[in-house]
């Protein structure tokens, strides 16, 4: 998979149509999905996009209320979701319905501080089923 980040232009602010040429049309598709499925009412989250200087580039902070559920970012090819959870949250991981990769993934991540990242990254609208599961597990942590 590319590792090039996308929308690092503060002056170009991601509107669908910027993340349509950014994205191509089927990974767009994918993100138009998982757009529906989060600001649904089952889910009542809320995507932000902001540009970070601190990254040089356009972030997807997706909320719950007052708490950050997962980031969103842009790639070449694919979009990427990180969800952080802590020492005390990171074993009900292994305990969703959710691909054995991402299991093993999450297993060898390095904690950033204190907390452990865990990122999708979603080039099929079939990934979507694994994103809803660690969305409804994140927004159910106390």
């Known amino acids: 998979m590319a590792d090039i980040q996308l929308l690092r232009d503060y002056e170009i602010i991601p509107t669908d149509k910027v993340l349509e040429n950014a994205l191509g049309k089927e990974i767009y598709a994918v993100y138009e999905k998982l757009t529906k499925i989060i600001t649904s009412v089952e889910f009542g989250l809320n995507p932000e996009w902001n540009f970070y200087k601190d990254g040089k580039a356009w972030l997807c902070k997706v909320t719950y ?35 054995e990769r991402i299991k093993e993934s999450f297993k ?35």
């Open 65 to 99: 209320k007052n708490k950050t559920v997962f980031w969103l970012s842009i790639w070449e090819k694919q979009i990427k979701t990180s969800f952080y959870f802590t020492e005390k949250t990171y074993s009900g991981i292994f305990e969703l319905p959710i691909n």
């Open 108 to 142: 060898e991540s390095n904690p950033i501080g204190k907390l452990i990242p865990l990122t999708l990254c979603l080039d099929t609208v079939e990934q979507l089923d694994d994103l809803t599961e660690l969305i409804k597990y994140k927004k159910g942590l106390k």
